[in-house]
């Protein structure tokens, strides 16, 4: 993590580690990249130079751990196979939450999420006294949520049910400004873009 945080902390616009450390630097005005430009600067950091640079503590390269683990489980290096289903990965690896199914959908977030593949559920018993729904959320979007069905074995895609609403984030949705704290009351949307502060 220490890494990380050194590596973000050199782009133009981080908050630094604390108040002190930052003084009068105006890190919104300062800020350069957009939360999808970090996200993937992480990801290229992490898997070409992180993985592949000598570190002291565990004295290794993380890929030559990596590799030599299935090496001693397996008599050689033979690396597991890719994943075949990156979204299905993806989902599986997001946050949940466990809802009941109401004739509004199911809620989360004070949101409501809707849409017709859902109406075959509600034919059969639904609501309280009846398991909950595994409900899987990505924190950057939550204009859609993911449901799990568990006789497909697959989740199901389920949207805002106001359809007209734009896509905001998790952290858009929690935050203290009054067009969020409207959005839980009145189901209102802020649509969130721009330049983000590096932490």
């Not at 299935?70 to 690396?79: C, L």
């Not at 858009?172 to 802020?190: D, E, H, Y």
């Amino acid at each position: 993590m220490r890494t990380l945080m050194e590596l973000v902390h050199q782009f133009p616009g981080t908050t630094f580690s604390n108040i002190t450390e930052r003084g009068d630097y105006a890190a919104d005005e300062k800020a350069c990249i957009t939360l999808p430009e970090l996200e993937r600067i992480l990801a290229l950091y992490v898997c070409n130079i992180y993985n592949r640079s000598y570190h002291k503590g565990a004295k290794d390269r993380p890929i030559e751990r990596y590799t030599n683990y299935y090496k001693a489980i397996n008599g050689n290096a033979t690396i597991p196979l890719r994943v075949v289903d990156s979204q299905r990965f993806t989902i599986d690896l997001l946050p949940y939450e466990e809802r009941h199914l109401t004739r509004r959908g199911f809620e989360l977030f004070g949101i409501s999420y809707f849409d017709e593949c859902l109406i075959a559920w509600l034919a059969a018993p639904h609501g309280r006294g009846t398991p909950k729904h595994l409900l899987r959320y990505d924190p950057r979007d939550i204009s859609r949520i993911h449901v799990f069905d568990p006789a497909a074995g697959q989740y199901l895609g389920v949207g805002y049910r106001d359809r007209s609403q734009p896509a905001m984030s998790g952290s858009a949705m929690a935050g203290p400004s009054k067009p969020c704290n409207a959005f839980r009351t009145s189901t209102s949307r802020v649509g969130v873009n721009g330049r983000t502060t590096c932490c």
